[in-house]
């Protein structure tokens, strides 16, 4: 089976590796010629407690051949929109797709997808990664990789290519996983971009797990999760643990001077909240806390 992954980012990388891990090779497309030019002529540094230098084959997204039978989506939620064609394109009919993002943005796309007769999934990281150059990435904090299917029907290649170990979860429905995570996503990344912190900072300082816990209250409102909120909050602080070194993705973003996803976490929680008549005065404070430190550039 042949495995291409979009994006040579903290999770592209990563998956490439855990992948690399079970004996099994993909084709790493990158947004420019030189990242895929870098990977493909040095190799992967990929970074745990040793650093392991990882063959690949990579190309620019310019070259995608549509060969590969399975594509997996490492783009963080804005870059999606520039890739809709390639999605949808006619060489594409047949394959499975996986899209492994954090935030909600993409619901409807994947669903436009699978409508269309592809094998669409949806993924959800629990890793702490950061990509640390063109060609490196540090492992920070290991966790579950959560699939779930979002076509009704397809194949489900996941445990040939990651192998039988639990490094994966493969649940029935994506709704409540994406959700959760959003959970997760919503109550973390802001606190950790506005306050350039890492993600264990807010279970060590206790002003920072305050704002922290306000965010996690409204998220499980919002979503109409309370009945969970114990397990929930228990699975906020795992990964919080689990991903104490990590630097979040949106922390990253807002250092980079990147557009960051706070619209598809944050802002999706203050869109429904809005439709619901329900007050999210923690999350919209941290939304335009974000939005402001964008516009700064
Ligand atoms: N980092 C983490 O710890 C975690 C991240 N996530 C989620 O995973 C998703 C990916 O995040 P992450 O890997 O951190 O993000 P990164 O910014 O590290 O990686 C995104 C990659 O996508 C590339 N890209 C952008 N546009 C295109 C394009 N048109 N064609 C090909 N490649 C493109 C970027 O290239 P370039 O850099 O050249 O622009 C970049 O390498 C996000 O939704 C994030 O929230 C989930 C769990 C943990
Ligand atoms: C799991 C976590 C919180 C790791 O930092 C993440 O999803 C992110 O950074 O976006």
């Known amino acids: 089976m042949k495995v291409a992954i979009i994006g040579g980012g903290a999770i592209g990388l990563l998956t490439a590796s855990l992948l690399s891990k079970n004996g099994i090779a993909s084709v790493v497309y990158c947004r420019t010629v030189q990242q895929a030019a870098l990977l493909r002529e040095k190799g992967l540094l990929y970074r745990k407690e040793v650093t392991e230098t990882i063959s690949l084959k990579a190309l620019p997204i310019s070259e995608m051949k549509y060969t590969e039978d399975v594509m997996m989506v490492c783009v ?95 649940l029935d429905d994506y709704l409540p996983m994406l959700s959760e995570k959003l959970i997760i996503n919503a109550s973390i990344n ?12 807010l279970l060590e300082n206790p002003h920072f797990r305050w704002i922290m816990k306000e965010l996690f209250k409204e998220a499980v409102c919002v979503l109409g999760m309370v009945e969970h909120k114990e397990r929930l909050l228990e699975d906020l602080y795992r990964i919080c643990r689990n991903t104490s070194d990590n ?5 990253r973003d807002i ?39 964008e516009w700064e550039g």
Do not use: C
């Open 76 to 170: 963080k939620q804005p870059s999606l929109h520039a890739l809709q064609d390639m999605f949808f394109d006619q060489r594409t009919k047949g394959k499975t797709f996986l899209f492994l993002q954090n935030g909600m943005s993409h619901v409807r796309m994947m669903n436009q997808l699978a409508d269309a007769g592809r094998t669409v999934w949806a993924g959800v990281a629990e890793h702490g990664v950061w990509k640390e150059g063109e060609r490196t990435v540090r492992h920070t904090g290991v966790g579950r990789l959560r699939l779930a299917p979002v076509s009704l029907k397809g194949d489900n290649p996941w445990r040939e290519l990651f192998g039988g170990k639990s490094i994966i979860e493969i």
């Open 190 to 201: 802001p606190v950790t971009a506005l306050f350039r912190v890492r993600n264990g900072k």
């Open 255 to 293: 250092e980079s001077k990147r557009k960051s996803e706070i619209e598809s976490i944050s802002g999706y929680i203050i869109e429904i909240a809005r439709q619901e008549g329900i007050q999210t005065p923690a999350t919209v404070m941290v939304f335009e806390g974000i939005k402001g430190m």
């Open 247 to 251: 630097r979040s993705s949106m922390l």
